[in-house]
């Protein structure tokens, strides 16, 4: 079975500061991960994916995501905050392996960008 | 282009009676996903269609759930003798095709309030 984990319900953050938002996933095979942004009364929008290759991924909006195996984690990032990106955040896992189409979401994060 | 659309975006109803909830997916895009989102229990997979067929229905969770799809596009859901834990918002996602690392587009979704 796979799994996500994002340890944090909220992470407060001040504007112009780097912002970390953490997920760890657990899968069987090898795994794309992605993460999606919620904001009020909106769908999901996808901010960024890994497939393979490199472990830095850079996507939308001046986020990035590193991808460690060994830590099997996903964590999101951005330099520098704005408030503009206080919303919730989604990671999402699929297992190669399990040839499962859906996506795997974990529980969300907020993050909130104080002026 | 048009991202994914859903109808109605609101829909109250009462305990019993039987709801429809409508996505139409971005044009060309043969997979398409259900999910619902609630406080208690997150974004929860429901069903996934590749072109009318529906490969993974793992996620529904009673017979009183289903959905159909025609013509490779829209896409109904379907609740019957709604019951108050399905009140949660209803999310439909859309992408390319099936493959593994395609990224989804989701909708903004219909908020399902049954008293």
């Known amino acids: 079975a796979q799994s996500v984990a994002q340890p944090e319900d909220q992470v407060n953050v001040a504007e112009g500061n780097p912002l970390t938002v953490k997920c760890t996933y657990s899968?069987?095979?090898?795994?794309?991960l992605f993460w999606y942004v919620q904001y009020p009364n909106r769908g999901l929008q996808f901010l960024l994916k890994?497939?393979?290759?490199?472990?830095l991924v850079k996507g939308s909006y001046g986020f990035e995501a590193e991808f460690n195996k060994s830590q099997t984690s996903f964590h999101l990032k951005k330099p520098s905050a704005l408030v503009s990106d206080s919303a919730l955040y989604f990671c999402a896992v699929r297992d190669r392996r399990a040839g499962r189409r859906a996506l795997t979401f974990g529980s969300g994060t907020r993050l909130q960008v104080q002026p | 282009g048009a991202g994914v659309s859903q109808s109605p975006s609101n829909k109250v109803t009462e305990k019993g009676k039987d709801v429809e909830l409508r996505c139409d997916p971005i044009s060309g895009h043969t997979a398409l996903y259900w999910y619902r989102q609630s406080l208690g229990q997150g974004l929860e997979f429901l069903i996934y269609?590749?072109?009318?067929?529906?490969?993974?229905k793992s996620g529904l969770p009673s017979d009183r759930f289903s959905a159909e799809r025609t013509g490779g596009s829209v896409s109904t859901l379907t609740i019957q003798r709604t019951q108050q834990e399905d009140s949660a918002v209803y999310l439909c996602?859309?992408?390319?095709?099936?493959?593994?690392?395609?990224?989804?587009?989701f909708g903004p979704g219909t908020r399902l309030t049954v008293l």
């Open positions: 899968v069987s095979g090898n795994p794309y």
């Open positions: 890994y497939i393979t290759g490199d472990n």
């Open positions: 996602a859309s992408s390319l095709t099936g493959t593994d690392y395609n990224e989804q587009f």
């Open positions: 269609f590749q072109g009318n067929s529906a490969p993974d």
